[in-house]
């Protein structure tokens, strides 16, 4: 076969596809190139992972709509800007708004399991509700997905599903009394007590069983709300007689879990 020499239109197109070749691999040679202070000599150490969730808060929006909570989280609200990785509208439409390996800014000042920074250590889901009304059914089959998702995916502890009021017991109630907690609890997710609690043994201290499960206890009464809020849909900050089963029963599954579950606190030099 004869062969022809290519016309400049060829030429061009080439160049073209080998440029376009060279910067696709400097593009991706930049990208997998970690950020290094110019001023520092790079002495790369291998004693290190990337940040992590480590547990998934629940929030409502409290608004009128889904669109209406797009919009804060996009931009600001009257105590400053917001936002989370997810939000779940009434209809079950789910959106994203921040990677999940970066740091949206949803719990605010919180602890949980000796956590402080909560927001480093977390996804946050936004549920579409105005907090009076109760949640649709498609909101609660698209938050289960997304719970499995998640907790598979990011290897969160199926257990470590939270209320943002859990977390911050003073400036926090949502997701509310209207929640449905068992609900999750029947698909696998959080923590929920058993069918019948066994009753506490002698000298049972609910304060510390409260602790063992995660709440700050700075504010007892605060505390005591929140775990209301949760585990019996009510917000009284008085024990209740059922409380002590309910705790103990919560301490002790906690106290099985599997040793192979990693800690919820960043170890310390």
């Not at 009304?133 to 969160?156: G, K, N, W, Y």
Request: aromatic letters at 6%.
């Amino acid at each position: 076969m004869q062969h022809r020499p290519a016309t400049r239109g060829a030429i061009a197109t080439r160049m073209r596809g080998a440029i376009a070749v060279l910067l696709a691999a400097c593009l991706g040679a930049c990208a997998s190139t970690p950020p290094r202070n110019p001023l520092a000599q790079w002495h790369g150490s291998p004693n290190h992972n990337a940040r992590s969730a480590q547990l998934i808060v629940l929030h409502q929006t409290e608004m009128d709509s889904a669109q209406a909570a797009l919009l804060t989280l996009r931009t600001r609200n009257a105590q400053g800007r917001v936002s989370a990785h997810y939000l779940i509208g009434n209809d079950g439409r789910l959106y994203q708004l921040v990677s999940e390996d970066a740091r949206a800014w949803h719990a605010g000042a919180a602890r949980w399991a000796g956590l402080h920074d909560l927001n480093s250590a977390s996804i946050g889901i936004e549920l579409d509700n105005d907090g009076h009304s109760a949640f649709s059914e498609p909101q609660l089959q698209a938050l289960l997905r997304v719970l499995a998702d998640l907790t598979a995916r990011l290897d969160i502890p199926r257990h470590l599903i939270v209320a943002h009021g859990d977390i911050a017991p003073t400036r926090k109630h949502d997701p509310g009394v209207l929640f449905p907690w068992p609900r999750l609890a029947q698909a696998g997710f959080g923590l929920w007590p058993r069918a019948v609690p066994a009753a506490p043994p002698p000298r049972f201290d609910p304060w510390l069983a409260l602790r063992v499960i995660g709440y700050d206890l700075r504010d007892p009464a605060a505390a005591v709300r929140a775990f209301h809020r949760h585990y019996r849909a009510s917000e009284g900050d008085a024990w209740e007689p059922e409380d002590a089963a309910i705790l103990y029963d919560l301490q002790q599954q906690l106290l099985q879990l599997p040793p192979t579950a990693e800690p919820m606190a960043t170890p310390s030099l």
